[in-house]
């Protein structure tokens, strides 16, 4: 399957970028009378800006100056990708479902098993490693994760 590269990553960079710039008001809260160049909106929305402005001199240069480069996707290639994307759904739901720890751990071993890894020493370590991660940012840092059973 032939793909006009420039054309299709444009369309999707000012898509992606213009929908996380409307989420962007719900998702990033500021607290108190805080100025736009001071709250934490400001790097968010400069980079949503930068994937706009990148996508539209994409799909400029495929209309326009006919600036194209054409790529052969070959699914069979992009199996393993999409595969690893679908992990990561995975893990996104588990963390929202059943916590940060329950999705790291089921992170790691999804990973392990699909490169193959049997080392179980390999697992331990990352295990006690989101654990701990886990802890750092709830007890030192004071920053609250998905704990088991919190839907949010």
Not at 72 to 85: F, G, P, V
Request: net charge positive; charged share 10%.
């Amino acid at each position: 399957m032939k793909v006009r590269s420039n054309l299709v990553s444009g369309i999707i960079f000012m898509v992606l970028g213009a929908a996380l710039l409307l989420l962007m008001k719900s998702q990033v809260i500021v607290y108190g009378d805080v100025p736009f160049i001071e709250s934490a909106k400001v790097i968010p929305f400069f980079v949503e800006v930068i994937m706009l402005v990148c996508g539209a001199i994409l799909v400029i240069q495929s209309l326009f100056l006919k600036k194209e480069t054409y790529v052969d996707i070959c699914w069979a290639e992009q199996k393993y990708a999409l595969m690893i994307i679908g992990i990561f759904a995975v893990f996104a739901t588990l963390i929202y479902f059943a916590g940060f720890i329950v999705g790291a751990i089921g992170f790691i071993v999804m990973m392990a098993f699909f490169f193959r890894d049997k080392n179980i020493v390999h697992i331990l370590i990352l295990a006690v490693l989101a654990i701990l991660i886990y802890l750092l940012f709830t007890r030192v840092f004071n920053i609250s994760l998905p704990g088991f059973g919190e839907v949010r």
